[in-house]
Each structure stands twice: as C-alpha cells, then as structure tokens.
C-alpha cells in the first residue's frame, strides 16, 4: 500500500489537495483511500459527502474517513482507560477530569496511526492518502511523545505485578483489575504504533508533502515542518504550492500580489530545493466536489501519476556528538568546494552553491550553538556545531 502525506500551515488547502489527490488516484484504477486526521475536519465539505469515524465510499474505487479521536482511542485503548478512570474516581477526581488524564501523552494524536496498520494489513487499498492535521500537531503525530514510552514502560511491569498478585486483595477495594491479558493488549498497542511510525519512515511505501501558499510566513513555517521532518527520517518527497494567481490575470489589481507570489517562488526554491515543485493555480470559486476536484488535479498532476516518489534521497541529517556538539549533514551533489558559502544566524542558516542560495531553518538544539567548522567531502557538506563557550 502506498501511502501519501500532506501537511502544512492551517488554511493553505490540503485537505482540497488531499481530496484531489485521491480521486485521481481511484480514477486511475487504484483502491484509494483518503482519512483525515485533522480535529477541524473539512475533508467531507470538500468532497460534498457525508463521512464518519469509518470509512464510507465515495466513488467505486474510493472510500473516505474522518478519523474521530475519542472512537479511536475507544476502540484501542478503552477497556484499560476505564480501569485507570474507575480508580481516580474512587479516589475523588471528578469524572471528566479523570477520562482526560487517564489518556497516555500522544495517544491522542497516535490514535490515528493505528488505523495504517489496519488497512495495511487487510490488503484492501493500493493507496492511504492522509489529509493531516496542521504542521505542529502533525509533527506531534509522527513524533509520539518520549512521554508516551515513559507511560509504558513504568505502568506495565507494575501493572502486571498488581494484576497476579494483589487481584484477590485489591477486588474490594477497586473492584476488578485488568488481567494480564489485558496489559498485553496495551503493549500491543504501542508495538502497533511503532509499526505505524515505521510504515510512515519506508520511502518505498510513504511519502510525506508539504503544501504552501506563495506567502513569506507560509513557506518559513513550513520550512521549520520540513527541517523536522528530515530529522525525525520522514521522507519528504515534493512541495505543492496552492492558489497561485494565473498569468492570464491582467488586471492591475493584483499585480502587487502576482509581483509577491513570484517573487516568494524563488523563496520556495531556496528553501526546499532539490524537492520538486507541483503548482495549482487560484481558482475563481471554491473548491469542492468530485469535478471541482478533478480539475484541481489536473492542474496538479496533467500527465503525472500522483503515487509516484517524486523525491528519494536524504536532504539533511543531524548526528548528535558526545560532547554537547552536533553535525548538520548536507548531500551538495556536483557542487565544488570553491563555490560553496555559508552564512549562520541563530536559528537559520543560509548556504549559497554558485548562483543558487538554499536557506535553512534549524532545530531548536542548535539555535543556542556557534558553528565550529565546515568540510566538505563525498558530495556532502558536514557543518560542527558546538556549544557557544567551547573553543573547539
């Protein structure tokens, strides 16, 4: 199964990119479905059809699904939590306030993972499209909380002791406990997530793509998205750029907005090159519905099939030292050494090859460094990052 991500900033139109994609994808043939793991969903307004927390079928090759947090933690997590919230209650937490801390740290953005296991194990679909929500909880989503693991390795072991051992004592006081066959089923739970993770980490099976509108503050949120993306070993594979103002808009109206869109293009190159580039033009009326969005995937895709990996190849890696240092790795294939400039502010860096200027938004852990030195050897630009006292 092939599975394809969008995500990017609230409001640049991945879920009509989603939508479009999908149907492009049934359309060829392929058993195609679209969720959407958004908490804000849009994707049945889009496609203009009823959907629900299961899949529900839109044409004769695809079914779509709204993925509900609180069905799927249910369905996956219910049985434990109502033991957890049964023993907060008695211990004098009010009702609401128990369900809400009885839910494990990420799971609530995990729960929507579970579902990749599902269908790629029934075999049903040739192709996931996953309408995602927003980058920082999408970001959330892929990453899963180190808190998350925290929960499972610390409530486990203890649970399964109290389980065996203090069942006969505990029953008058908290009632039945979970079996060991039910910590079992928790532990299956997060094994099923990492298998989520590690389907969503294969780039011969996922995709992720990162849709912007050509607007300054669009493309550095999503470039941080993309930096992130390529350190959690997320592979990114294209960037869409939605809502661009067509050529054969003369009027002198928007000429100032054509003059920004263009000129923030190069911007988007600058920041996700060599990332290829899809591009939709701004429609004169909403996107919606089955030929609506065909059209947008026509501007899309024209001749391109849209489950093909657009991009493969690492663009950057970070290697953390034993001494508080990092290496931000950068493959420069057929760049010379005598060309190549780099430029660092406290949380950016910009590198020139030639004519061509890549900027480069950093994580957090390096934003407090200073660059200690550069080498460049076997395509790969290696750059030291080094705490600001070390004289290294």
Known sequence: ?????????????????????????????????????????????SLQTELGPEPIAVTDNLRAQEIDVRYSIERYWGAFQR??????????????????????????????????????????YDVLVMDAAPTAETLRLLSM???????????LPLGRVTSTVLRPLARPFVGDLPDREAF?????????????????????????????????MVIKETQRTYTYLNLYGYPTDAVVCNRLIPDKVQDPYFKAWKDAQAANLELIHECFDPLPLLTAPLFTSEVGGLDGLRELAEQLYGDLDPTTQLYSGEAQALEEGEEGDYWLRLPLPFANKE??????????????VGAYRRNIALPRALWNLEVAGARFADATLSIHFVPADDDA
């Open 83 to 124: 033991f957890l919230v049964s023993l907060f209650t008695r211990g004098g937490v009010e009702g609401v306030i128990a369900e809400e801390v009885t839910i494990i740290p990420g799971l609530e953005e995990g729960a929507s993972l579970l579902w990749l296991n599902e269908f790629e194990a029934g075999g049903e």
């Open 184 to 216: 079992d089923g928790v532990e299956e739970l997060f094994d099923r997530l990492d298998r989520a993770r590690s389907l969503l980490a294969d780039p011969e099976k996922a995709s992720t793509r990162l849709v912007v509108n050509a607007e300054r």
């Open 1 to 45: 199964m092939r599975i394809i991500v969008y995500t990017g900033k609230g409001g640049v139109g991945k879920t009509s990119v989603s939508a479009a994609t999908a149907l492009r994808c049934a359309d060829r043939g392929l058993r195609t479905i679209v969720i959407s793991t958004d908490t804000a969903h849009s994707l049945a307004d």
């Open 145 to 155: 909380p180190e808190a998350t693991r925290w929960w499972v390795q610390r409530l």
């Open 339 to 352: 060309n190549i400039d780099l430029y660092h502010a406290s949380s950016e860096l910009t590198l020139r």
